[in-house]
């Protein structure tokens, strides 16, 4: 090749746009950095002489202050050696007026100034003498002037005056300002704003000039009990650095011109072999053949270097198009085996009919692990389960990447196929592994057959990897569907199907028996006295026993039979062989004999039972949705008839069930408007008949079904979560009516008011009390909880915590139908409560000579009476019933034996007649519901 040179070269030079580009680019990249190093350096030594100068201007600002405070303090020694009898006398006058321009009797009682003043003395008496400081600062006779700064010295006991004030001569003062500097302007003010003194050259920085100012504070309050004094020096920053400007611009018309020299000579070596090359690049075309180079030089190996780069380019981007085809594949949910396949194929074609083999293996499955190869020539794949995948394949972990490592036949063992068709060759006698997938996916491993133990090229195993690791994801793809798919029908906690798959489940069993009409039956199954726990003991405690009762259930089913968990505490069964009663009732006594045994959560154990509800296929519902709701129906009947049973289907459940629909609207409706109203049961002391407190009784006063009773709306409140606003209702009418009585000036003992489980778990008892007590203005005193003791008992420590928190506001708490609960001697020492309420379970029959009635009575009086708490009778019926509960020491009744729930004015009628109540004897026998029931 000829070298170029001559007027071609210099045609070449500037005639292509890439030599202007170069050219110009050379010049920037000479000129801009050149730019650039002047600049900062400029700044660099403007910012330096700045702060230098500054220093300097600081240091000379600071010997100037404290040159004034030394003649500060040279002045104030003057005056303390004065003579004050001489100084009254007009003598020492001498002494001082080398310091002073004016010196008078600050505080003459006859306002004389027998020393040197002038006019000073009327400005120094209108400034005000301050008591304790030893300068002051006057303000001039002519505004706009500076101020005097004047030394006081006292001394008490003379009975011309106490204080001498020497106003300072302001040349000894502030010294001559010519000694301050040249151009320095040096000003002094006290903190406050007052100005002292301003000295030296005119103003800096006029004519645009700028300027250096600094501060000095001169801090004298300790030495003469004044506000500090703020002493500014100013001056014009100086141009040190004019002179430097000077030759920068021939420094840079110097460098331009050797950056145009330089940049010329190197183009006009770059250029011709470009242009050369790239008119071959042309005539290439994109075909297949080779460029014809010149060899020998760096355009030489460029040429080979881009055929290279071609071909690489080509195989990776045919590798691409492959790994676009398999994460389609991936995407389109195709099996494994089809990605594998795949992957296979193009990794034989880049490793040039090696034999590979991938190595698949399922650590949380249980699944045995599989080999898919391909040996040297072969054209299939065959597939091989692997009783273990060798322990070397095992050790090697995903985090070392593409690298891999080579692995020998011998550590490979014989668990991998080496026949002609599948996996490496006989000729192999290695083979480079890599591993992808994490803990808990599915592990792969790919080997690639070597004749030697070298690795392969960066490029191959780059593109190997790639493809590789597409088996993986393809793995964890799979994996993680079918975990979505498993999460999508099945509940987290328990494992069981969830609602989605139980219905599904219904419907493929419908579907299974409708064509012959084949009768099965369904089952709601609800845990009883399930939500009193969770919400009580937590809801940790809860999910165990959820999690113990699924399992339960699940194995007390025949085979064929199905469980799912529909939501809360309620299971969904399907009996595929129960084709009449008798077969469910098998079923659930199966289940029932499984519950035998107590459930173990928390260190606990709890006797856990279950109501159960069962409709048949297709007698009760050939739907789905209808075969659902009349179990579910079902089973809301056998829990309102007590829980712990199994109810079966009628039609007319579904009118019950609607009726109860239309209650819950109807009770909440209730609640909003006001139909709750109050009923008040008197407490009375039976020594004297006497009204000592009441009871409130909550009456559902509906529009058109008159009276409802509270056994009725009580137990639906607490099924619907209306429990909660009603009982809050409840309470803030209690302390209504209470305020009300008060202000009609009766002073009634006490008022009882019924909480419910829901109230007590709910954590804002307190809250809903304190507010009733604020809005009505009642002595907490006055208010009466009243509490179960089962209720207490199953809500344990959350309960007493409630209580407790409640107590410390003043408020009273009672055990109501004490004696029908758990009645622990130990429990009840920790018990936050005031009352204990004798249930009428054990007072009805005390006429009647029951001595172990009568024991557990006597029992339960003595024990309020010893732990310090008072005691209720409730349900008494007979005044032979109160006379023999007087005689053992409770004298405070509630029952019909003196009045039934009355009304607030029925209330108000009894206080009006001195609150005597006399006793009814004994009435009729009268269903109740129990003040439990009354809220």
């Given at each position: 090749?000829?070298?170029?040179?001559?007027?071609?070269?210099?045609?070449?030079?500037?005639?292509?746009?890439?030599?202007?580009?170069?050219?110009?680019?050379?010049?920037?990249?000479?000129?801009?950095?050149a730019?650039?190093?002047?600049?900062?350096?400029?700044?660099?030594?403007?910012?330096?002489?700045?702060?230098?100068?500054?220093r300097g201007?600081?240091?000379?600002?600071?010997?100037?202050?404290l040159?004034?405070?030394?003649r500060?303090?040279?002045?104030?020694?003057?005056?303390?050696?004065?003579?004050?009898?001489?100084?009254?006398?007009?003598?020492?006058?001498?002494?001082l007026?080398?310091?002073?321009?004016?010196?008078?009797?600050?505080?003459?009682?006859?306002?004389?100034?027998?020393?040197?003043?002038?006019?000073?003395?009327?400005?120094?008496?209108?400034?005000?003498?301050?008591?304790?400081?030893?300068?002051?600062?006057?303000?001039?006779?002519?505004?706009?002037?500076?101020?005097?700064?004047?030394?006081?010295?006292?001394?008490?006991?003379?009975?011309?005056?106490?204080?001498?004030?020497?106003?300072?001569?302001?040349?000894?003062?502030?010294?001559?300002?010519?000694?301050?500097?040249?151009?320095?302007?040096?000003?002094?003010?006290?903190?406050?704003g007052?100005?002292?003194?301003?000295?030296?050259?005119?103003?800096?920085?006029?004519?645009?000039?700028?300027?250096?100012?600094?501060?000095?504070?001169?801090f004298?309050?300790?030495h003469?009990?004044?506000?500090?004094?703020?002493?500014?020096?100013?001056?014009?920053?100086s141009?040190?650095?004019?002179?430097?400007?000077?030759?920068?611009?021939?420094?840079?018309?110097?460098?331009?011109?050797?950056?145009?020299?330089?940049?010329?000579?190197?183009?006009?070596?770059?250029?011709?072999?470009l242009e050369?090359?790239?008119?071959?690049?042309?005539?290439?075309?994109?075909?297949?053949?080779?460029?014809?180079?010149?060899?020998?030089?760096?355009?030489?190996?460029?040429?080979?270097?881009?055929?290279?780069?071609?071909?690489?380019?080509?195989?990776?981007?045919?590798?691409?198009?492959?790994?676009?085809?398999?994460?389609?594949?991936?995407?389109?949910?195709?099996?494994?085996?089809?990605?594998?396949?795949?992957?296979?194929?193009?990794?034989?074609?880049?490793?040039?009919?090696?034999?590979?083999?991938?190595?698949?293996?399922?650590?949380?499955?249980?699944?045995?692990?599989?080999?898919?190869?391909?040996?040297?020539?072969?054209?299939?794949?065959?597939v091989a389960p692997?009783?273990?995948?060798?322990?070397?394949l095992?050790?090697?972990?995903?985090?070392?990447?593409?690298?891999?490592?080579?692995?020998?036949?011998?550590?490979?063992?014989?668990?991998?196929?080496?026949?002609g068709?599948?996996?490496?060759?006989?000729?192999?006698?290695?083979?480079?592994?890599?591993?992808?997938?994490?803990?808990?996916?599915?592990?792969?491993?790919?080997l690639l057959?070597r004749?030697?133990?070298?690795?392969?090229?960066?490029?191959?195993?780059?593109?190997?990897?790639?493809?590789?690791?597409?088996i993986?994801?393809?793995?964890?793809?799979?994996?993680h569907?079918?975990?979505?798919?498993?999460?999508?029908?099945?509940?987290?906690?328990?494992?069981?199907?969830?609602?989605?798959?139980?219905?599904?489940?219904?419907?493929?069993?419908?579907?299974?028996?409708?064509?012959?009409?084949?009768?099965?039956?369904?089952?709601?199954?609800d845990?009883?006295?399930?939500?009193?726990i969770?919400?009580?003991?937590?809801?940790?405690?809860?999910?165990?026993?959820?999690?113990q009762?699924?399992?339960?259930?699940?194995?007390?089913?025949?085979p064929?039979?199905?469980?799912?968990?529909?939501?809360?505490?309620?299971?969904?069964?399907?009996?595929?062989?129960?084709?009449?009663?008798?077969l469910?009732?098998?079923?659930?006594?199966?289940?029932?004999?499984?519950?035998?045994?107590?459930?173990?959560?928390?260190?606990?154990?709890?006797?856990?039972?279950?109501?159960?509800?069962?409709?048949?296929?297709?007698?009760?519902g050939?739907?789905?949705?209808?075969?659902v709701?009349?179990?579910?129906?079902?089973?809301?009947?056998?829990?309102?008839t007590?829980?712990?049973?199994?109810a079966?289907?009628?039609?007319?459940?579904?009118?019950?069930?609607?009726?109860?629909v239309?209650m819950?609207?109807?009770?909440?409706?209730?609640?909003?408007?006001?139909?709750?109203?109050?009923?008040?049961?008197?407490?009375?002391?039976s020594?004297?008949?006497?009204?000592?407190?009441?009871?409130?009784?909550?009456?559902w006063?509906?529009?058109?079904?008159?009276?409802?009773?509270?056994?009725?709306?009580?137990g639906?409140?607490e099924?619907?979560?209306?429990?909660?606003?009603?009982?809050?209702?409840?309470?803030?009418?209690?302390?209504?009516?209470?305020?009300?009585?008060?202000?009609?000036?009766?002073?009634?003992?006490v008022?009882?008011?019924?909480?419910?489980?829901?109230?007590?778990?709910?954590?804002?008892?307190?809250?809903?009390?304190?507010?009733?007590?604020?809005?009505?203005?009642?002595?907490?005193?006055?208010?009466?909880?009243?509490?179960?003791?089962?209720?207490?008992?199953?809500?344990?420590?959350?309960?007493?915590?409630?209580?407790?928190?409640?107590?410390?506001?003043?408020?009273?708490?009672?055990?109501d139908?004490?004696?029908?609960?758990?009645?622990?001697?130990?429990?009840?020492?920790?018990?936050?409560?005031?009352?204990?309420?004798?249930?009428?379970?054990?007072?009805?029959d005390?006429?009647?000579?029951?001595?172990?009635?009568?024991?557990?009575?006597?029992?339960?009086?003595?024990?309020?009476?010893?732990?310090?708490?008072?005691?209720?009778?409730?349900?008494?019926?007979?005044?032979?019933?109160?006379?023999?509960?007087?005689?053992?020491?409770?004298?405070?009744i509630?029952?019909?034996?003196?009045?039934?729930?009355?009304?607030?004015n029925?209330?108000?009628?009894?206080?009006?007649?001195?609150?005597?109540?006399?006793?009814?004897?004994?009435?009729?026998?009268?269903?109740?519901t129990?003040?439990?029931?009354?809220?």
């Amino acid at each position: 090749m000829q070298p170029l040179s001559g007027p071609r070269m210099k045609r070449v030079f500037l005639a292509t746009r890439f030599g202007r580009r170069i050219f110009l680019m050379f010049c920037l990249a000479a000129l801009m950095p050149a730019i650039a190093v002047f600049w900062m350096t400029w700044r660099a030594a403007s910012e330096d002489a700045e702060a230098a100068a500054t220093r300097g201007l600081h240091e000379a600002n600071k010997s100037y202050a404290l040159g004034v405070f030394q003649r500060l303090h040279t002045a104030r020694q003057a005056l303390a050696a004065a003579d004050p009898e001489a100084l009254l006398e007009g003598a020492d006058g001498e002494m001082l007026s080398m310091f002073f321009s004016d010196v008078m009797v600050a505080d003459a009682p006859d306002g004389s100034a027998p020393l040197r003043s002038g006019g000073f003395a009327e400005r120094l008496r209108a400034s005000g003498i301050p008591p304790r400081s030893e300068l002051m600062v006057v303000a001039p006779a002519v505004a706009n002037r500076a101020h005097d700064v004047v030394l006081l010295r006292r001394f008490p006991g003379n009975g011309r005056g106490n204080v001498i004030a020497g106003r300072l001569d302001r040349a000894y003062l502030w010294g001559n300002p010519e000694e301050i500097g040249n151009a320095v302007r040096i000003c002094v003010q006290v903190e406050d704003g007052a100005w002292l003194f301003c000295g030296g050259e005119r103003e800096p920085g006029g004519d645009g000039a700028r300027r250096i100012e600094t501060e000095w504070n001169m801090f004298i309050k300790p030495h003469f009990g004044a506000p500090s004094w703020i002493f500014t020096a100013t001056t014009e920053a100086s141009d040190a650095l004019a002179h430097f400007s000077r030759f920068v611009a021939p420094v840079m018309v110097g460098i331009l011109l050797l950056a145009m020299l330089l940049s010329s000579l190197q183009i006009r070596r770059v250029v011709g072999p470009l242009e050369v090359l790239l008119g071959r690049i042309r005539a290439f075309g994109g075909g297949g053949e080779r460029i014809r180079a010149t060899v020998g030089d760096e355009f030489g190996l460029l040429s080979d270097t881009f055929d290279e780069m071609r071909a690489r380019i080509t195989q990776q981007l045919d590798t691409l198009r492959v790994l676009s085809q398999i994460d389609h594949l991936i995407l389109a949910r195709v099996p494994l085996e089809e990605v594998i396949e795949l992957v296979l194929d193009r990794v034989v074609e880049v490793a040039g009919g090696a034999g590979v083999c991938v190595v698949l293996a399922w650590p949380e499955d249980g699944r045995p692990a599989e080999c898919h190869a391909r040996g040297r020539g072969a054209g299939r794949t065959s597939v091989a389960p692997l009783p273990a995948v060798p322990p070397v394949l095992q050790r090697m972990s995903p985090r070392e990447g593409a690298g891999g490592v080579v692995l020998s036949s011998g550590e490979l063992g014989p668990a991998l196929p080496r026949d002609g068709d599948a996996g490496p060759g006989p000729a192999e006698s290695h083979a480079w592994a890599i591993a992808l997938g994490g803990e808990g996916e599915t592990r792969v491993w790919l080997l690639l057959g070597r004749e030697g133990n070298a690795q392969p090229a960066e490029t191959l195993q780059g593109q190997v990897h790639d493809l590789a690791e597409r088996i993986a994801v393809a793995a964890a793809f799979a994996k993680h569907q079918d975990l979505l798919l498993y999460q999508a029908r099945h509940d987290l906690l328990t494992g069981l199907p969830n609602r989605l798959a139980t219905f599904e489940a219904l419907a493929a069993a419908i579907e299974e028996a409708r064509p012959s009409a084949r009768a099965f039956a369904v089952a709601f199954v609800d845990l009883d006295r399930f939500k009193a726990i969770n919400d009580g003991l937590g809801h940790a405690l809860g999910d165990d026993i959820l999690v113990q009762s699924g399992e339960r259930i699940r194995a007390s089913l025949a085979p064929g039979d199905f469980v799912g968990r529909f939501g809360g505490d309620e299971f969904f069964v399907i009996l595929r062989g129960a084709s009449r009663p008798e077969l469910v009732t098998a079923a659930m006594a199966r289940m029932d004999e499984a519950f035998a045994r107590p459930i173990v959560a928390g260190h606990r154990e709890f006797h856990q039972r279950f109501s159960a509800g069962a409709a048949f296929f297709p007698r009760d519902g050939v739907e789905a949705g209808t075969l659902v709701r009349n179990a579910d129906v079902a089973m809301y009947r056998a829990k309102q008839t007590g829980g712990a049973r199994t109810a079966f289907f009628e039609a007319e459940m579904n009118q019950r069930a609607e009726e109860r629909v239309q209650m819950e609207n109807e009770l909440r409706a209730a609640i909003q408007e006001g139909q709750i109203e109050l009923h008040y049961q008197p407490r009375v002391d039976s020594r004297d008949d006497r009204i000592i407190g009441v009871e409130a009784l909550a009456r559902w006063m509906h529009p058109t079904r008159g009276v409802v009773p509270p056994d009725e709306f009580i137990g639906l409140a607490e099924e619907c979560g209306l429990i909660e606003p009603l009982g809050k209702l409840v309470l803030d009418k209690a302390c209504r009516q209470l305020a009300e009585w008060q202000r009609m000036g009766f002073e009634l003992g006490v008022m009882g008011v019924n909480i419910s489980g829901h109230q007590l778990r709910s954590g804002r008892l307190r809250g809903y009390v304190s507010e009733a007590i604020a809005a009505n203005g009642i002595a907490p005193g006055r208010l009466e909880l009243e509490v179960t003791e089962t209720m207490l008992v199953l809500d344990s420590d959350s309960g007493m915590a409630q209580l407790q928190s409640v107590r410390e506001l003043g408020v009273k708490v009672a055990i109501d139908d004490f004696g029908t609960g758990y009645s622990s001697l130990a429990y009840l020492t920790r018990l936050p409560s005031d009352t204990l309420k004798i249930d009428r379970a054990f007072v009805v029959d005390l006429q009647d000579g029951d001595a172990a009635v009568e024991a557990v009575v006597r029992s339960i009086i003595a024990i309020a009476r010893d732990l310090g708490k008072g005691v209720v009778a409730e349900g008494l019926e007979s005044m032979e019933q109160v006379r023999m509960l007087g005689a053992w020491g409770c004298h405070v009744i509630q029952g019909y034996v003196y009045a039934r729930p009355l009304t607030a004015n029925g209330i108000t009628g009894i206080l009006l007649n001195g609150g005597i109540v006399t006793p009814a004897g004994a009435p009729e026998p009268v269903a109740t519901t129990g003040t439990g029931a009354d809220t």
